[in-house]
């Protein structure tokens, strides 16, 4: 019966590549080209933060980065599934801010497959939360929707009510140390109980500096997190 259901959803909306309607074989799917133009992040990258090396670096087996390797990363780790780029962003914005919901099948699906050599032992799935006025402007968290089938797929509960957000103006075109000062105290944990002793793994639609999983990390182990992961789709890449 399913199947024949879903026949009749294959034929009456024939599957598309989300980016530019190209025909594909399973809904939610990218088509080869789009799939070819994103940047995928694959070996070698830091274990710990992931951030990507030259495929021709020889770093051995479990390579640090320069800012993990002198113990400035919070977070116990983190993944993300493609670098940001213009190919990325035509993805990423549209996502974002133009109602583009749908694309979270196919970003979803690459967080997963960025988490693919860690044994995800979170107890939570927790999206980057979104101040109320920005959530009532968009209509949407970019983050839950993000969050929400990785949370299906781990089988553990998704939590988008323990940690609140105060609103602070676009952080847009800043540097690192200004972003850092701009995140400082937006987050307070309203629902410590269901924070003490968890693992936390955070989810957002896009790294830039690191500062937001930082400050929301720090909130997080003070409330007695037992660990903070963090999952992405893209991360701005710099030369660290
Ligand atoms: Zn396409
Ligand atoms: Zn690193």
């Known amino acids: 019966m399913v199947k024949f259901f879903n026949s009749v959803i ?12 190209t025909p594909v074989s399973i809904h939610g799917e990218l088509c080869a080209e789009c799939w070819a133009a994103i940047d995928w992040i694959t070996w070698p990258y830091c274990v710990r933060c992931g951030y990507p090396f030259p495929a021709d670096l020889d770093l051995g087996g479990t390579p640090l980065c320069p800012i993990c390797a002198s113990g400035k990363t919070e977070l116990d780790w983190i993944r993300c599934a493609c670098v940001y780029d213009a190919a990325s962003r035509s993805a990423m914005l549209p996502f974002k801010h133009g109602g583009r919901i749908k694309y979270a099948r196919f970003m979803s699906r690459a967080m997963m497959w960025a988490l693919r050599d860690i044994n995800v032992d979170a107890d939570i799935v927790m999206p980057v939360p979104l101040a109320n006025r920005r959530l009532f402007s968009r209509g949407y ?3 839950t929707l993000l969050a929400r089938p990785i949370a299906r797929t781990l089988d553990v509960c998704l939590d988008v009510d323990s940690v609140r957000r105060k609103f602070r103006p676009d952080m847009g075109h800043k540097n690192a140390r200004q972003r850092l000062e701009n995140i400082h105290g937006v987050f307070s944990v309203v629902r410590p109980d269901k924070i003490r002793g968890r ?5 957002d639609d896009v790294m830039t500096t690191g500062a937001t999983f930082s ?6 182990m003070r409330a007695g997190a037992s660990a903070v992961y963090g999952v992405t789709f893209c991360r701005v890449v710099r030369t660290i």
């Open 215 to 220: 400050e929301l990390c720090r909130v997080l």
């Open 141 to 143: 968290n970019q983050a």
């Open 199 to 203: 693992k936390i793994l955070l989810v």
């Open 10 to 21: 294959g034929f009456l909306f024939p599957p598309a590549c989300p980016l530019c309607d």
